[in-house]
């Protein structure tokens, strides 16, 4: 098995040893929310109330979710960690393992971009969290007030969940701020953009892979992404002076002709008129370039980081041209 990043380590072990504090029912935010899952979605107030008092309120969630961001890893040493012989094997594997859902997917570079983030989210269900999700959006609705509204919203989002799907919310386990299963779906993204792939009547993120593998290519398709079209391509510069270009955003402000004028070299089969940025990543021995398109924007849409969408790519497509 693929050993988490430290950090990661660390998190998992404290889930299960780290003191907690059954959360308070009777505090007042906490009566609030459960009056208004009563009166907007028709909760029963003490079954509600039964339920949160055996939630836990849990100091190592604060700690995770407060922690100084840790080094930014340049590009090459991010790249090690998710594109390894390893974790393509394990890859390699999974697609052996699903190939009909994968083929129904009809697209190789959708299929093979899902491959991709479910390798470097969770490595094929491997790490997908130890904390009891119910306690880490408590806690972090309740006391964490930098973002207490958003994971109140997800605590209600994921009740709804637990309702309509028949999840025991008490056992449901996902990462410290609540992500779910092998493609670690927060709440909301798991009501809005998951299917039952396999039309058993249920929407299952954590043991059933062909909801999985169709609910992270429903999602990548509800943010637009484009059939059979391409993700990124490497690319050189003629001049290294990057004034012109804007690369401290993810957003698609050139085209492949204006960076094409702008003295950016690269090989791609998307027509003059199609949006697309340049990216910059630090590698090895030096700047590494790469232009990326609309499908490349989209995996940006799962994590917003360009580091990762270049990795989901480039470890879904070794994976995909791994042997058989």
Same mark, same amino acid.
């Given at each position: 098995?693929?050993?988490? *990043?430290?950090?990661? =380590?660390?998190?998992?072990?404290?889930?299960?040893?780290?003191?907690?504090?059954?959360? !308070?029912?009777?505090?007042?935010? +906490?009566?609030?929310?459960?009056?208004e899952m009563h009166r907007d979605y028709e909760f029963d107030r003490d079954d509600l109330t039964t339920l949160l008092a055996r939630a836990e309120t849990r100091q190592n969630i604060l700690d995770a979710i407060s922690?100084?961001?840790?080094?930014? +890893?340049?590009?090459?040493?991010y790249r090690q960690q998710f594109i390894n012989a390893l974790r393509i094997q394990y890859g =390699?594997?999974?697609?052996?393992?699903?190939? !009909?859902?994968?083929?129904?997917?009809?697209? *190789?570079?959708?299929?093979? =971009? +899902?491959?991709?983030?479910?390798?470097?989210? =969770?490595? @094929?269900?491997?790490?997908?969290?130890? &904390?009891? +999700?119910?306690?880490?959006?408590?806690?972090?609705? &309740?006391? @964490? *007030?930098?973002?207490?509204?958003?994971?109140?919203?997800?605590?209600?989002?994921?009740?709804?969940?637990?309702?309509?799907?028949?999840?025991?919310?008490?056992t449901a386990l996902g990462s410290y701020a609540g992500a779910m299963g092998s493609p670690q779906f927060i709440s909301s993204s798991y009501r809005k953009y998951a299917i039952d792939a396999d039309g058993d009547g249920r929407r299952d993120l954590w043991s059933n892979w062909d909801d999985i593998i169709g609910s992270v290519a429903n999602y990548l398709r509800a943010f637009g992404w484009q059939k059979n079209a391409e993700v990124v391509v490497a690319a050189s510069l003629k001049d290294t002076d990057l004034s012109q270009f804007n690369t401290n955003q993810i957003d698609m402000n050139e085209t492949v002709q204006s960076l094409r004028t702008k003295g950016v070299q690269f090989e791609t089969r998307m027509p003059d008129d199609a949006p697309a940025m340049l990216v910059v990543a630090q590698g090895k021995d030096g700047p590494v370039y790469r232009v990326g398109f609309n499908n490349f924007y989209v995996i940006t849409r799962y994590n917003r980081s360009t580091m990762y969408a270049m990795a989901v790519h480039d470890l879904g497509d070794a994976v995909a041209g791994a042997s058989r």
């Open positions: 098995m693929i050993q988490s *990043p430290p950090a990661a =380590t660390i998190l998992a072990c404290l889930a299960l040893s780290s003191p907690a504090l059954a959360l !308070d029912s009777n505090r007042s935010e +906490v009566r609030e929310f459960i009056d922690r100084p961001a840790e080094r930014v +890893v340049p590009w090459h040493e =390699t594997r999974f697609r052996d393992e699903h190939p !009909d859902r994968l083929e129904a997917i009809d697209d *190789p570079q959708l299929a093979n =971009t +899902v491959l991709g983030i479910l390798g470097v989210e =969770t490595s @094929y269900g491997r790490i997908t969290g130890r &904390f009891r +999700v119910i306690d880490a959006l408590a806690t972090l609705a &309740f006391d @964490y *007030p930098p973002r207490g509204a958003f994971f109140r919203s997800e605590l209600q989002q994921f009740l709804l969940l637990t309702r309509e799907e028949a999840v025991d919310p008490l």
